[in-house]
Each structure stands twice: as structure tokens, then as C-alpha cells.
């Protein structure tokens, strides 16, 4: 199935393009989204989540080339390693090369980039035409939304849209590894 052409995923990306918040599963939770470019939306997730600004968010894609803006100054060793390990369970620290705002990277000088395997949220990224905002749908201090129903639980009324479909099977958040090190911020 193509998800991208699913026409519930298509009125949450058009909600995506009309400066709304929306929750889409991603591999292991629900995630809350947004047009990366649009601040007052991703200031709206961060407000529903109660996260601090200075934290900086994930960016997801349906592929690579989704992310060639925030990829440009990368070595050619640097792009095959993304390549091998993307669609999937890595999530990336991209040296920052002015392309992401502020609200996006936090208090770092790096991006997080993940191209997603999951169905819903590559079909959601391709109707898009873009990357979008990717954080856990749950508000600070509280467990991550597994489930459609803890979505509307926690954020009753305040999102612009929910996605059909379910989280995949990892059990566990992606790993986050720095490109430039290789250090592993947080373990899958």
C-alpha cells in the first residue's frame, strides 16, 4: 500500500502545510509532527509536551534525498554511511550547516535526521514533500503513546490530526549516533 496516497495521510500532510500539530506511529511510539519550517507549530509541540526548546527535535524523511538541504558539506564517506544504515532505526547528528533553525537543533550545533522505515510516516513525509518534526507523542515526564487511544488521552482536542495506522515493533526509541564521532547518544 501507498500510504502517501491514503487520503487520511494526505489531509495530515495538508494539515502539516497549514501550520498544524498532528500524531502519526512511527517504528516504536506515536510521535507528534510538524512543518519544520513553520516556529509557531514546532513551538505548539513543544508547549503540548512541555519540552524545553534547548532539547532540539528529530527531523524525519522518507528517504535521503528528502534531506540534501541539511546533508550538503557531508563527506563521501559520511553520505555512505547514512546510506547504509537509512531507512531504519538511526537516527543521526548532522553537523549543523545553517540550514535548520534554532528551534529545531536546540542548544546544538548538529540536526537530528532519521529516514524512517515505518509505512505511515514515509507515506506522510512523500505527500508532504518533505521532512517533518518527529518527537514522542506523550508530555514531558510521562510515558511514550504506544497506542491511538493514549494519543487522544494526552493531548484530547489540541492536535490538528491523528494518522491511522500502528507503531511498528521496536521496542525501543531509535539510536541517535553522532556522525562525526561515531559516539552513541542514546542506545536503541
Known amino acids: 500500500m501507498d500510504w502517501s496516497q491514503h487520503p487520511k495521510i494526505q489531509r495530515a500532510a495538508e494539515n502539516l502545510i497549514q501550520g498544524g500539530v498532528i500524531a502519526y506511529p512511527t517504528e516504536a511510539v ?33 528517504d535521503i534525498e528528502q534531506f540534501e538541504p ?26 549543523h550547516n545553517g540550514t535548520a533553525p534554532d528551534y529545531i537543533r536546540g542548544r546544538f550545533d548538529s540536526v537530528a535526521l532519521r529516514v524512517s522505515a ?14 517533518i518534526v518527529s518527537t ?27 494518522t491511522p495506522g500502528c507503531v511498528g515493533k521496536s521496542a525501543n526509541p531509535t539510536q541517535i549516533r553522532d556522525l562525526i564521532t561515531g559516539e552513541i547518544l542514546r542506545a536503541s
Not at 51 to 62: H, P, Q, T, Y
Open 118 to 131: 515505518h509505512p505511515v510516516v514515509a507515506g506522510l513525509c512523500r505527500a508532504f514533500g518533505g521532512p
Open 30 to 62: 506515536w510521535g507528534l509532527g510538524a512543518a519544520p519550517d513553520n516556529e509557531h507549530a514546532v513551538l505548539k509541540i513543544l508547549a503540548l509536551k512541555n519540552r524545553a526548546e534547548e532539547k532540539g527535535l528529530i527531523l524525519v524523511a522518507a
Open 136 to 162: 514522542s507523542a506523550n508530555p514531558q515526564g510521562m510515558q511514550p503513546a504506544r497506542h491511538g487511544f493514549q494519543v487522544q488521552r494526552y493531548f484530547r482536542g489540541q492536535l490538528d490530526d491523528v
Open 70 to 95: 541539511y546533508l550538503d558539506g557531508l563527506t563521501t564517506e559520511q553520505r555512505q554511511l547514512l546510506t547504509e544504515t537509512w531507512p531504519g532505526p538511526n537516527t543521526w547528528l548532522v553537523p
